[in-house]
């Protein structure tokens, strides 16, 4: 499997409920980043965790880094029906002192009205 | 301050014509990554460059793709005698100079469709 690898692959939920996605990585990693798709979209950036954080908040977000496991999930609470789009998580290793980001597959996230 | 603009929005081409994708990076950016995203999959990284230079290509395929980062001007993806497998999403990220941590700041794509 590649690095950054999500599960589930789809979620749907009933809107008002939390939505949980994991992520989970093979290499060392400088952090971890979490991104939003809409359909047909570009990628915008939720939240960024370092590698020597644990647990990081951003209003209905909130992302925990486990490095002993190479793993991160990605909470959404109260989810909106806006909240629809498939979330990516990005794993970045540094080139230079820039990142290169590895993508996983992503997580389809359906919430349902 | 504009965000990452790419254009053309959507491109058609028939096999065997060359496409060319351009970037323009946020103001103040100077590093610009390119990736690919074929339907129902993630982004793949295809080249990072800095100004007026390649720094990591090791994502893009050996024959037919060029990336350039001129002095002056947009960044240039360039696919010559296109294939049907070409056609995908391209998207293009830009961050600023000198960070380790930071977020890379995506456009909104070119949806490339060989025919």
């Known amino acids: 499997s590649q690095q950054g690898e999500e599960d589930p692959q789809a979620l749907s939920i009933q809107e008002g409920e939390n939505a949980t996605m994991n992520c989970s990585y093979k290499t060392s990693i400088n952090n971890l980043q979490w991104y939003r798709q809409n359909s047909g979209r570009g990628l915008v950036h939720l939240i960024l965790i370092r590698s020597n954080e644990r647990e990081k908040h951003s209003g209905r977000l909130r992302v925990t880094l486990d490095t002993s496991k190479k793993s991160s999930s990605l909470l959404i609470t109260a989810s909106r029906a806006a909240d629809t789009a498939s979330y990516f998580c990005?794993?970045?290793?540094?080139?230079?002192?820039?990142?290169?980001?590895?993508f996983g597959q992503g997580t389809r996230l359906t919430i349902n009205p | 301050n504009a965000g990452v603009m790419q254009n053309p929005r959507h491109l058609v081409r028939r096999r065997g014509q060359e496409a060319r994708l351009r970037c323009s990076p946020m103001k103040g950016h100077s590093h610009v990554y390119w990736y690919r995203q074929l339907p129902e999959e993630g982004l793949k990284f295809m080249v990072y460059?800095?100004?007026?230079?390649?720094?990591?290509e090791s994502g893009m395929p050996k024959e037919r793709f060029s990336a350039e980062f001129p002095k002056e001007g947009p960044s240039i993806l360039r696919i010559q005698q296109v294939v049907r497998g070409d056609s995908a999403a391209y998207f293009c990220?830009?961050?600023?100079?000198?960070?380790?941590?930071?977020?890379?700041?995506f456009g909104p794509g070119t949806r490339l469709t060989v025919l």
């Open positions: 990220a830009s961050s600023p100079v000198r960070s380790s941590y930071n977020e890379q700041f």
């Open positions: 990005a794993t970045g290793s540094l080139i230079q002192g820039a990142q290169k980001l590895v």
């Open positions: 460059l800095q100004k007026e230079n390649i720094i990591d």
